[in-house]
Nanobody, 123 residues
Framework: QVQLVESGGGLVQPGDSLRLSCVVS????????VGWFRQAPGKERTLVAA????????FYGDLVKGRFTISRDNALKTAYLQMNSLKPEDTAVYYC????????????????WGQGTQVTVSS
C-alpha cells in the first residue's frame, strides 16, 4: 500500500522558517514527480511547488517564488519543502503527492497523497 507521511508543520511567527518532509513507501519514487499542495478552509487546493523525478527541474507558485524551495532525496524516498519568510497567507494544510508522470504541475496527474500537515503563521 502506498503511504506518504508529511511532517514538520507547526505554529510560527511571520518571517520564520519551516521545513516540511514527506516520506514515501509502498510505491516507486525515484522515477516520478513530486508536488506540494496547500489548502486553507473554504479554499481550493493549490499547487505550491513541484519537482521532477531527478530533482533538476522545479516549479513554484507565484505566491511562494523566492521564499520556498522544493527538493528530494531519492535514496531516502523523501521530499522536502523549505519555507522561508513565512507570511500569514501561507497558513494552510500542506500535502505532498506523487505524480503518475515524471513531472507535473497538474493536480489531476497526482495519484498518491499524504495526510497533510498544518502550517499556521500568526503573530
Amino acid at each position: 500500500q502506498v503511504q506518504l507521511v508529511e511532517s514538520g508543520g507547526g505554529l510560527v511567527q511571520p518571517g520564520d522558517s519551516l521545513r516540511l518532509s514527506c516520506v514515501v513507501s509502498g510505491r516507486t519514487f525515484s522515477t516520478y514527480g513530486v508536488g506540494w499542495f496547500r489548502q486553507a478552509p473554504g479554499k481550493e487546493r493549490t499547487l505550491v511547488a513541484a519537482i521532477n523525478y531527478s530533482g533538476v527541474k522545479a516549479f513554484y507558485g507565484d505566491l511562494v517564488k523566492g521564499r520556498f524551495t522544493i527538493s528530494r532525496d531519492n535514496a531516502l524516498k523523501t521530499a522536502y519543502l523549505q519555507m522561508n519568510s513565512l507570511k500569514p497567507e501561507d497558513t494552510a494544510v500542506y500535502y505532498c503527492a506523487v505524480a503518475r508522470t515524471n513531472y507535473s504541475v497538474y493536480a489531476k496527474e497526482y495519484d498518491a497523497w499524504g495526510q497533510g500537515t498544518q502550517v499556521t503563521v500568526s503573530s
